[in-house]
């Protein structure tokens, strides 16, 4: 019964290089999410994606950032020209098409942008 | 979504219960209260949700007000492993629907 997975775990990245965030959900669940952690700061929604569908990126930074959930495979939260502000914890949860607001996380990407 | 308020930190020891109180006084009739922890480091942790019932799982025991005004999150015996930051949430339908707003939450520290 394998829970959320991402990968990496940890990231690092130049300035300027492009992050690639991966999150397979719970097995089942249509419905994925991304948070972001800047340090020692709180859980920020970015984006809520179904099959195929962005059903509310309104936490995405309106540039650099995109996330995709295709039919087959993980779901991608890609950022492109990465800067030192985007280092964070980026999290991704996943749930039920039943309870949108039950979501079970996974254990996080840690990006480091030196 | 609704407001919630929360204290900053509480201490429990270890096998006592932990009482974690939430206001969400400006909640609708049919918003519901989700609560949540995330131990240092690790990705946040589903606990429990309500409408209205008191709600108990394997985890906790969530005890709503009558008025839906506030509600108690109860791990019955704490342990060290409890730990962490707890959030109240109460989350708002619509055009929002899936996003979930972490506020600050309580720190719940455990002690032996």
């Known amino acids: 019964n394998a829970g959320v997975m991402q990968n990496p775990r940890h990231l690092v990245r130049r300035r300027g290089q492009e992050a690639r965030l991966r999150c397979s959900p719970v097995?089942?669940?249509?419905?994925v999410y991304w948070y972001r952690q800047l340090p020692e700061e709180g859980l920020k929604f970015m984006v809520y994606?179904?099959?195929?569908?962005?059903?509310?990126e309104s936490g995405m930074p309106k540039e650099r950032f995109s996330a995709e959930f295709p039919k087959e495979g993980p779901s991608i939260l890609r950022i492109q020209q990465v800067v030192r502000g985007d280092s964070a914890a980026y999290f991704c949860?996943?749930?039920?098409?039943?309870?949108?607001?039950?979501?079970?996380f996974g254990p996080g990407t840690r990006l480091t942008v030196t | 979504d609704a407001k919630t308020t929360q204290p900053p930190s509480m201490d429990c020891a270890e096998g006592r219960a932990a009482n974690l109180p939430c206001n969400h006084s400006?909640?609708?009739?049919?918003?519901?209260v989700y609560w949540y922890r995330q131990i240092h480091s690790q990705g946040p942790q589903y606990i429990i949700h309500?409408?209205?019932n008191n709600e108990t799982n394997e985890m906790a025991s969530l005890i709503i007000t009558e008025d839906r005004k506030s509600s108690t999150l109860i791990l019955p015996h704490a342990t060290l492993r409890d730990t962490a930051v707890y959030y109240c949430?109460?989350?708002?339908?619509?055009?929002?629907?899936?996003?979930?707003?972490f506020g600050q939450g309580t720190i719940l520290t455990v002690h032996p």
């Open positions: 949860a996943s749930s039920s098409g039943q309870s949108s607001y039950e979501q079970y």
């Open positions: 097995k089942g669940h249509s419905h």
């Open positions: 994606l179904q099959k195929e569908n962005i059903i509310d």
């Open positions: 400006t909640i609708s009739g049919n918003e519901y």
């Open positions: 309500g409408l209205k």
């Open positions: 949430i109460v989350p708002f339908g619509g055009t929002s629907y899936g996003k979930l707003t």
